[in-house]
């Protein structure tokens, strides 16, 4: 895959991190598997007694009513918003600790890269066709990824809870990592070598003529 190219605007800007998973997705889609991520919020939910989910995108007050249905104790716990505007967005995801990606299939996950430059981290599927992710997770540095089943995704998003309450995620240093490897001039940088300066990135790709 190709690093999309993140709009700067996304940082963090060392607000307190909660515990806070947003999920961000056109939840009408069943590619981003909406069903999937009700299920595994509803478990998060019952087994954390302070986590708080923050849906993000179309149908997102659907998903967020699902789940009040089915764990009515953390309806308070569960919020939907169905559009945000970058700034929004930064927001909310500075306050968070992780991004979670339930989708089926990404050629990149936009809103992963997005939460990692605002210091979150990320879970989500181990899958051939969510290729952006193994990268995003670094080796388990920045997230974790789990079978594509609700019970594995919810372990997931259960132990990475625990990583960042045992002071194994600094979010300052996630942002900056990723802020030099996703910013939009770091990735425009790097495909501009690639076509013109093959020689640098080990590339086979010729330099143009014009």
């Known amino acids: 895959f190709v690093s999309h190219p993140i709009d700067p605007a996304m940082r963090y800007t060392g607000s307190i991190k909660q515990a806070t998973v947003v999920a961000v997705g056109r939840w009408d889609d069943a590619v981003k598997c909406p069903d999937t991520l009700v ?11 302070t986590v708080q989910f923050i849906l993000v995108g179309t149908q997102a007050t659907r998903c967020a009513a699902a789940i009040a249905a089915k764990i009515p104790s953390a309806q308070n716990r569960v919020v939907g918003h169905e559009y945000l ?12 600790q992780i991004s979670l990606c339930t989708s089926h299939s990404e050629s990149f996950h ?25 990268y995003f997770v670094e080796g388990g540095t920045s997230g974790r990824l789990a079978a594509n089943t609700p019970q594995d995704l ?33 990735v425009v940088s790097r495909i501009e070598r690639l076509l013109f300066d093959p020689s640098e990135e080990g590339s086979a790709v010729p330099r143009s003529k014009t």
């Open 110 to 134: 936009i809103p992963s890269g997005e939460a990692l430059l605002c210091g979150c981290t990320v879970v989500g599927p181990c899958s051939p066709l969510l290729p952006a992710l193994d």
């Open 154 to 186: 919810a372990e997931a998003v259960l132990a990475e809870l625990a990583a960042w309450r045992q002071g194994l995620r600094v979010p300052a240093t996630l942002s900056a990592v990723w802020r030099e490897r996703l910013a939009a001039r770091v």
């Open 85 to 96: 505007d970058h700034d929004q967005l930064c927001e909310k995801m500075n306050s968070s």
């Open 39 to 49: 299920s595994v919020a509803s478990q998060v939910l019952v087994r954390h007694p």
